[in-house]
């Protein structure tokens, strides 16, 4: 079963306008949530976070919203770049009995920023 | 800046070799990860280790092992490669207390068994 989803397969926007990447999961003992971008031919790239207890973090260009009665989570790109355009993946983490911490990832949305 | 170095960007190996992926990384982390990244199936953790000699399974181990002998190096090893392990492979790192800071990737390993 796939705890973190991420429904959109890909997204195209118009640089300059508002970029709105979605994620939903399922399991209530996550306690963190990260966005990772990834271009191709390399490592994904850790954008931004949200702890479980907070509604918004902000960076710069980059919004990260958690809705955590909806299970919920958003990414907001204000305004696109044509840099912008990766794969964006959603993850949650959990930490395990041993102490360590783990991520489950979504899917993966594919962004695309036209000029 | 953290450095996670895969040994090889790119792989192709025979069905039922027994095939070794390497990782290295530079910030004295306690936690590594191997996972795989397949299309429409994200990031999936196959093994993890959070000390030397220690290892967990993570979702989905089938036909996997690893070896962690020394806290910079952490091996994943295909131990008869077939077909459905063809994917692109990657590696991370990150302290073992780690809520303000996040796993760092390598660029992966892109691994074809024919």
């Known amino acids: 079963d796939q705890q973190v989803k991420q429904n959109s397969p890909s997204l195209s926007v118009q640089e300059g306008r508002i970029s709105i990447l979605n994620c939903d999961y399922t399991?209530?003992?996550?306690?963190?949530f990260l966005w990772y971008k990834k271009y191709p031919a390399e490592g994904p790239t850790f954008l931004i976070s949200?702890?479980?207890?907070?509604d918004k973090n902000e960076d710069g260009r980059f919004t990260v919203f958690l809705n955590k009665s909806a299970k919920h989570l958003s990414l907001h790109i204000v305004p696109s770049q044509p840099g912008d355009s990766a794969v964006y993946f959603c993850?949650?983490?959990?930490?395990?009995?041993?102490?360590?911490?783990?991520?489950?990832f979504g899917q993966g949305t594919r962004l695309t920023i036209n000029p | 800046d953290v450095k996670v170095t895969q040994s090889s960007r790119y792989l192709v190996k025979r069905t039922g070799e027994k095939v070794f992926l390497e990782c290295v990384q530079d910030?004295?982390?306690?936690?590594m990860f191997w996972y795989r990244q397949d299309p429409g199936l994200g990031l999936r953790l196959i093994y993890f280790?959070?000390?030397?000699?220690?290892?967990e399974k993570g979702d989905i181990p089938e036909g996997y092992s690893v070896s962690r002998e020394k806290k910079e190096r952490f091996s994943l090893i295909l131990e008869s490669a077939s077909t459905n392990q063809t994917s692109m492979y990657l590696c991370?790192?990150?302290?073992?207390?780690?809520?303000?800071?996040?796993?760092?990737f390598g660029d992966g390993t892109r691994l074809s068994i024919l």
């Open positions: 910030m004295d982390h306690e936690n």
């Open positions: 280790s959070y000390d030397v000699k220690m290892k």
């Open positions: 949200i702890s479980s207890i907070k």
């Open positions: 993850a949650a983490q959990v930490i395990g009995i041993e102490g360590a911490q783990k991520l489950v």
């Open positions: 399991n209530s003992m996550f306690d963190y």
């Open positions: 991370a790192s990150s302290f073992f207390d780690s809520h303000n800071q996040p796993q760092h």
